[in-house]
């Protein structure tokens, strides 16, 4: 768990994680500018997004997308990216392309 009002100073030298999992208490989605969404229809479950995602933000039950982990995903777009599966009209943006598209976060 994060010491309460830590500061760079208590940080490691060279950034060494000491204890494996002690980033989970960490939200770090409210960095990002750009978040994933997810036309679940048109989804193969080929779970290439998954396998490239860099900080585990796609929950997967049974071998099968389930969400975005917003509180994690630092909008980063590699998702978006790697999806092979295109769409004719995303359901969240109307737009052709991929299953993933970024869109704005206020949006």
């Not at 830590?6 to 960490?26: F, H, M, N, Q």
């Not at 917003?70 to 995303?90: L, N, R």
């Amino acid at each position: 768990m994060p010491e309460e009002n830590a500061t760079w100073k208590e940080a490691t030298i060279g950034g060494v994680v000491l204890r494996p999992g002690s980033t989970v208490a960490y939200k770090t989605g409210t960095w990002r500018t750009m978040r994933p969404v997810h036309d679940t229809d048109s989804c193969t479950h080929c779970m290439i997004c998954w396998v490239f995602c860099p900080d585990s933000a796609i929950i997967v039950e049974d071998g099968r997308w389930v969400a975005f982990d917003y509180d994690h995903c630092k909008g980063c777009g590699i998702c978006a990216s790697v999806c092979p599966i295109k769409t004719e009209a995303h359901e969240h943006t109307g737009e052709a392309g991929k299953v993933i598209q970024m869109v704005l976060e206020q949006d």
